[in-house]
């Protein structure tokens, strides 16, 4: 384990869904991210959030919706998604962000029918 | 933004053999490289990392060069062993203040036949 926790492991959402993904971290990190892992783009960052302010979320669809409550949790919020944003997501964290090793999550199993 | 660009996407090794996976990067701003291992129905895990005042590092049978310069940087492992197949990740970030954006290449699925 690497002390980052994501739920739920696996998720089966319809296009008119809402769901969130959560993930937790009780390492004393202040960076946290979203990744997608699909076979076409293995480890795509989503968002990243930095002492609970988001830094980057690379030009994701608005139907992706992120929350940084606090330093030790991180939340997906997800609505009307596509099929293709079926796909492996991951939570990390890292001590600060940037220049530490990433601490990866299990990952949410999303299929999208 | 950065982009990291990483070959081959598949290698395919004998036992005992070396295996080398060579990344480049275009943000000349970055200076920090992990490599991270990513085995089947598993999560991805760090197995080295170089910052760009470091030329080359080793930790056993697996060592990492960078050339800042040519910005590139490049994962050997010698002996290989079979518990060595996985997918391998370059990865390229920038260090020091709240920066946070750890740009992973597309992988290299590694396969090493007894």
């Known amino acids: 384990e690497t002390g980052v926790t994501q739920t739920p492991r696996h998720l089966v959402m319809g296009m008119t869904n809402k769901k969130s993904l959560k993930c937790e971290q009780h390492l004393g990190h202040n960076a946290m991210y979203w990744y997608k892992q699909s076979a076409k783009k293995p480890l795509e960052l989503m968002f990243v959030y930095s002492l609970e302010e988001r830094v980057e979320n690379n030009s994701v669809p608005s139907r992706f919706s992120p929350e940084c409550p606090n330093s030790s949790h991180l939340f997906l919020h997800l609505h009307t998604l596509q099929p293709e944003d079926s796909a492996l997501y991951l939570c990390?964290?890292?001590?600060?962000?940037?220049?530490?090793?990433?601490?990866f999550g299990q990952g949410t199993r999303l299929t999208v029918v | 933004g950065e982009n990291v660009e990483q070959h081959p996407s598949t290698l395919s090794v004998q036992e005992g053999d070396s295996a080398v996976i060579k990344c480049t990067y275009s943000?000349?701003?970055?200076?920090?490289f992990p490599w991270y291992k990513q085995e089947l129905g598993k999560r991805p895990q760090l197995i080295i990392d170089i910052r760009s005042n470091v030329g080359e590092k080793k930790d056993q049978r697996i060592a990492v060069t960078l050339n800042k310069t040519a910005k590139h940087f490049s994962l050997h492992i010698t002996e290989t062993q079979p518990e060595d197949s996985a997918v391998y990740f370059c990865?390229?970030?920038?260090?020091?203040?709240?920066?946070?954006?750890?740009?992973f290449g597309k992988g290299t699925k590694l396969s090493v036949k007894p």
């Open positions: 943000d000349s701003a970055s200076n920090y």
């Open positions: 990865a390229a970030s920038i260090y020091g203040g709240s920066q946070g954006n750890l740009i």
């Open positions: 990390a964290s890292s001590l600060h962000g940037g220049d530490a090793e990433a601490f």
